[in-house]
Structures are given as structure tokens and as C-alpha cells.
Nanobody, 121 residues
Framework: QVRLVESGGGLVQPGGSLRLSCAAS????????MGWYRQAPGKQRELVAG???????SYADSVKGRFTISRDNAKNTVSLQMNSLKPDDTAVYYC???????????????WGKGTLVTVSS
């Protein structure tokens, strides 16, 4: 069994910063792609940022230049540094990982339960 646990959400004023972290634990053989998604009220879940196992990154156009994704393969963690936050960034942020489990042959999608980020004055 694999678990992803997010931390770091909260309330921040426009222009402020937050750092989200996600730790993967359990029967993990290896982690392939990891990423952060978000879902705002009344909207579909969208990809915010992704990072491959070798460190290649991708970002949604709306967060380029403001958000930075990183990972620590030794600790099975992925983080999202969010700067210059805007009210439009308000959403529940979900951690995602493509996990190859112990005794598995291919990777499977796992999700965290989400952490709420609210950007408001």
C-alpha cells in the first residue's frame, strides 16, 4: 500500500508565498513522474506542475515564473514553492505520483487527499 501525504496549505495574502510538500510512503519500488494538481470550486482538476524522475519539469502557463516544483528522490518527496500568489490560485492542491510498487511491473497512479490553499486579503 502506498500513501501520499500533503502538507503546507493555508491562508495567504495576495503576493505572498507558500510551500507545499508531499511525502510518499509504503511499498514503493520506485517513483516515476510526480506532480501537483489543483481543483478550484466549480472547476475541473488541472495540472499545475510536474517533474520526472530525472528532474525535468513542466508547468501550467498560469503559474510559470511563480511556482517551482522540486523532488528529493532519496526521501520520496515532492515540493511546490509558490510565490506571488494570486486569488485565482485558490484551490485544493493534490499531490500525484506514478508509483511502481514493490513486486509490481508497471507504475500506478496515487493521489494525496489534498491541501487547501486560500489566497485572500
Amino acid at each position: 500500500q502506498v500513501r501520499l501525504v500533503e502538507s503546507g496549505g493555508g491562508l495567504v495574502q495576495p503576493g505572498g508565498s507558500l510551500r507545499l510538500s508531499c511525502a510518499a510512503s509504503g511499498s514503493i519500488f520506485s517513483l516515476n513522474g510526480m506532480g501537483w494538481y489543483r481543483q478550484a470550486p466549480g472547476k475541473q482538476r488541472e495540472l499545475v506542475a510536474g517533474i520526472t524522475s530525472d528532474g525535468s519539469t513542466s508547468y501550467a502557463d498560469s503559474v510559470k515564473g511563480r511556482f517551482t516544483i522540486s523532488r528529493d528522490n532519496a526521501k520520496n518527496t515532492v515540493s511546490l514553492q509558490m510565490n506571488s500568489l494570486k486569488p485565482d490560485d485558490t484551490a485544493v492542491y493534490y499531490c500525484h505520483a506514478a508509483v511502481v510498487p514493490v513486486a509490481g511491473f508497471y507504475d500506478m497512479d496515487y493521489w494525496g487527499k489534498g491541501t487547501l490553499v486560500t489566497v485572500s486579503s
